[in-house]
């Protein structure tokens, strides 16, 4: 349960909407609703949520009933073993940024293959699924040849496609023009 100031403070931010209540018993309920929240990041979402898809100001049932939810959501998180690996703001591995695995770029100075990375976030991902390299370097094979079919002029040479937008079309499978 968060600190019923923090929670004003949020029940303030709704204070625009239509049917906003004035008087302070309703506002005492809303407040109560929102300091359901586990944390404050979950009242903030609720409530930043609630201001971005509706006009009118919220019941305090409706309040608890989103806040419950982000609230199982983050339970059930918690339990997970990379919880500490996703949870924003954490500190991730400077290599992968968290997500297990690195490289895969198709041109330049550190082009290559997808790599696992030696983190602990790594070896999550591996655990659960461990092909997800192997699926990816395959697809990214795929990538680069349909690249070379796409720059392949008449005469048989590699010409540079110019526009990312030529790419995307090479790609999709639409007709291009390559101008030189």
């Known amino acids: 349960m968060i600190e019923k100031q923090f929670a004003a403070n949020e029940v303030s931010r ?8 004035r008087e302070p018993l309703p506002l005492n309920e809303l407040i109560l609703a929102v300091q359901s929240a586990a944390t404050e990041v979950i009242a903030v979402y609720v409530v930043s949520e609630w201001l971005r898809e509706q006009s009118e100001a919220p019941k305090p049932a409706q ?7 982000e609230n199982d959501k983050c339970e059930k998180a918690e339990k997970q073993e990379d919880w500490a690996l996703t949870a924003p703001g954490s500190n991730h591995c400077k290599r992968c940024h968290g ?18 990375c030696d983190c602990e976030a790594a070896q999550v991902k591996q655990e659960r699924d461990p092909e997800f390299i192997d699926v990816a370097n395959k697809e990214r094979v795929e990538l680069i040849e349909r690249i070379n079919r796409a720059t392949k002029t008449k005469r048989g040479r590699t010409e540079p496609m110019h526009h990312v937008t030529q790419t995307i079309a090479a790609l999709s499978g639409e007709e291009y ?3 030189f």
């Open 14 to 21: 709704l204070a625009g909407l239509n049917w906003f209540p």
């Open 177 to 179: 023009t390559v101008e």
């Open 63 to 69: 309040i608890r009933r989103m806040i419950w939810e």
């Open 99 to 116: 997500c297990g695995f690195y490289g895969g770029l198709i041109g330049g100075k550190y082009a290559g293959e997808w790599k696992w």
